[in-house]
């Protein structure tokens, strides 16, 4: 299969060999080099993130998803949960793919918290069956 590999191109300003911004927690870039995708993530394997990214290599059409659940990587980087939220894209490179991401667990679990919090608010106040008192204010 294709491995990570050096490149002779330059790179950004923060970006590590493996085309990500900084490096993989606790992966430094050398790392990475002349292994392939699953051995570096044994995780991913069934999951539909390794298809996506061939795709995009046979096709060149960039992939993009804004809340793609992973299995948590890097388990013991402080983090317990079984499962990370990533907003990501992926773009062709020669025969390659660059990726970006960022971790948008907490702020996946914010919104899903608030509309279960919307959603017994507006049952408690449907199956009300006395009224609830709105006070007027002599300027109202």
Do not use: C
Not at 6 to 23: F, L, Q
Not at 84 to 89: C, H, I, N, P, T
Not at 98 to 122: K, P
């Amino acid at each position: 299969g294709s491995q990570v590999r050096r490149s002779g191109r330059r790179t950004a300003p923060g970006a590590s060999e493996s085309g990500t911004r900084g490096r993989l927690p606790l992966v430094p870039a050398p790392a990475l080099v002349g292994h392939t995708f699953f051995e570096l993530f044994p995780q991913l394997r069934g999951h539909r993130l390794p298809e996506q990214l061939a795709r995009v290599v046979g096709t060149g059409e960039p992939f993009a998803d804004e809340a793609l659940v992973v299995p948590n990587l890097w388990p013991g980087n402080g983090v317990q949960a079984a499962h990370r939220v990533y907003d990501l894209q992926a773009v062709k490179l020669d025969d390659g793919v660059v990726m970006s991401y960022r971790d948008v667990t907490d702020r996946v679990a914010a919104a899903v918290a608030l509309a279960e919090s919307e959603s017994r608010f507006r049952t408690a106040l449907e199956t009300m069956l006395d009224g609830l008192p709105v006070p007027r204010t002599q300027h109202g």
